[in-house]
């Protein structure tokens, strides 16, 4: 006997017929202009130093700066984050407002070796402090506001050094205000700020902490947020927009989409979202093993961070995403 079947008017399956159909349909898009390649330089070292828990990305010397600029953008990477690896180390991290520290030297190559590249500082403290923490260490804990001082000289000289766009990565109370403030005074009224606005205290920044050299055995769970506080991540971003951050950031990314589209469902400002090292060091090792597919999981893992709410993304898979896009 056959069993009558009641199906609904609509069929969803109607339009994903056809390739030309699904695509006509989709409500995502990922490009290369959505990314920011991170970008690490060692001070001292005359090789690239291989990060062993990231394959394909390095630690790079100074000299060869330039090159690998040159090198994204003739890869279609239109934006960099360049984070120093200082053998500079002090408690304070002085070095990051010294006219001729590692800092100031970064964004200078990498300014004049691709003029038109978008060149980002991450603005923090802990590559060139010798306990490793965000800031200016008193009582065991970092100061909040002392901290705010030396990253007010420190914005002031990357601006000067020719920086096209400010990323404070502490987790400090109030940065973004006393960021402006001081960019303001020095005549950087232009220059842009992308806060780490929502960045969470998490385990998938460990290769990271490898990338980098981070001797840091310590945590950061006084400055970084709970990664269990959902609403509090929402006050975090929409704290940072009030003392006038130009673009708001999630980090990490994965395990944050519900973060991400909160964020999107409350403020106006672009939203940047972090794909950060432990993300990428999974994959990786996942596709080393041979149970993924890398590239329709990274295909994938970016269009659902656009989706959640992301207009930009940072990944160490910017350059490959080149490849990946074009085929
Ligand atoms: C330091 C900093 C971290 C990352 C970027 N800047 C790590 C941390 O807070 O310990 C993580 C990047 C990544 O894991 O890819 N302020």
């Known amino acids: 006997m056959q069993i009558p079947l009641t199906i609904p008017d609509f069929r969803f399956r109607r339009l994903r017929k056809t390739t030309a159909l699904r695509e006509l349909v989709r409500e995502t898009h990922v490009r290369m202009s959505d990314f920011i390649l991170p970008i690490f330089i060692e001070e001292g070292i005359d090789a690239p130093v291989p990060i062993k828990s990231m394959p394909d990305v390095y630690r790079y010397p100074e000299a060869q700066l330039a090159e690998i600029v040159q090198r994204a953008w003739s890869k279609g990477v239109r934006a960099v984050l360049l984070f120093g690896v200082s053998t500079h180390k002090d408690a304070i991290g002085s070095d990051t407002w010294t006219e001729d520290g590692l800092l100031a030297r970064m964004i200078r190559v990498a300014k004049q070796a691709q003029p038109e590249m978008l060149v980002i500082s991450d603005n923090c403290f802990c590559e060139y402090t ?140 672009p939203l940047a979202v972090y794909h950060v090292s432990g993300e990428y060091a999974m994959v990786k090792a996942a596709a080393a093993a041979g149970v993924i597919d890398e590239k329709a999981i990274v295909l994938e893992t970016m269009t659902a961070f656009k989706r959640a709410g992301a207009d930009l993304i940072i990944t160490y898979y910017a350059e490959k995403m080149a490849d990946w896009l074009n085929t």
Do not use: W
Not at 138 to 145: G, L, R, S, T
Not at 245 to 269: E, F, Q, T, W
């Open 130 to 269: 010798t306990h490793g923490h965000c800031g200016v260490v008193h009582d065991h804990d970092v100061d909040n506001d002392k901290t705010l001082a030396n990253l007010q000289k420190q914005v002031v000289l990357a601006a000067q050094a020719g920086v096209d766009m400010i990323a404070p990565s502490g987790m400090m109370d109030g940065m973004i205000s006393a960021i402006r403030t001081a960019l303001d005074a020095a005549g950087f009224t232009h220059i842009p700020i992308m806060s780490y606005s929502t960045k969470f205290a998490s385990a998938f920044y460990g290769p990271f902490r490898d990338a980098v050299d981070s001797s840091f055995k310590g945590t950061r769970n006084t400055y970084q947020m709970d990664p269990a506080n959902g609403r509090e991540a929402l006050a975090e971003s929409l704290q940072d927009e009030a003392e006038g951050a130009d673009i708001l950031m999630v980090k990490p990314g994965i395990a944050y989409l519900d973060v991400l589209a909160h964020i999107r469902a409350n403020s106006a400002r």
